[in-house]
């Protein structure tokens, strides 16, 4: 290789020679993750006080990545690791709501365990779950290796800066997107496929609310697209599968989409609504 080229390539080494590597922060969300649920646990405890210990560890390994990162800023790592931890048992309890909903929204969920240790909507909400708490205390970079992890393994892409309620299940989930933006109610179900998206990508609005705002009690089929900052659908709506929404509806609405047969005129898709209003 040309010399100047390998001197370029070292010199961003030396650049950054302590950042959190992917990996670090993975094989840490995963650990913690064992703790949170014995099911992902890679190693058993003899005593509640090895246990403890673990959990200690597991203290320092974040202090260290947050002081490794090099997009903290002001923040101090070790005030937003003993907030994160404080914050634990309340993101906790989040993800036993979220198992609930999943098993009681799907009739093959045989347990809870099967949700755990099988359902990807559970891992890609859990790995959201904490990585909106750390993108809430303001960590930056962390808590997007955190979501592209979960997506790599699940096929779920849901930012860390989603907002979303209790209760959230996301059924089968593969090629689910969930923008920055966006907000979700409690009590919502989402299939496979759906998108809660921007209308525009221009870096001008990245300050901006670009992504949808869903209502309690909704249920989103495959491959609905919901797009836009002032998009709110109403509580207890339904949106059918392959609907595509750019403006809001009001509660209690049902969207749906039907496709009519071929004429020698072409073919005409319609989007049905029902609601309260049109």
Known sequence: MDRDFINSLYIRQQACPSCPSPETVANWFNELLGVLFPDFAKQQFNTQRE????????????????SKNPTKGELDPAHVTERFFEELPATYQQMEQDITALFEGDPAAKSRTEVIRTYPGFMATAAHRIAHQLHVLGVGLVPRIIS????????????????????????????????????????????????LGA?????????????????????????ATILGGNTEIGHDSIIGGNVWLTNSIPPFSKIYYQAQMSTSEGTTDTIIFKGESA
Not at 51 to 66: A, C, G, M, P, T
Not at 206 to 214: E, Q, S, Y
């Open 51 to 66: 246990f403890e210990l673990y959990i200690e560890r597991l203290k320092l390994q974040l202090d260290q990545i947050l």
């Open 148 to 195: 592209e992890y979960a997506h790599s393994k699940t096929g779920i892409d849901i930012h860390p800066g989603a907002d979303i309620g209790q209760f959230f299940c996301i059924d089968h989930g593969t090629g689910v997107v969930i923008g920055e933006t966006t907000v979700i109610g409690d009590h919502v179900k989402i299939y496979q496929g759906v998108t």
């Open 199 to 223: 209308l525009s990508v221009d870096k001008k609005d990245a300050t901006l609310k670009r992504h949808p705002t869903i209502g309690d009690n909704v249920v989103l089929y495959a491959g």
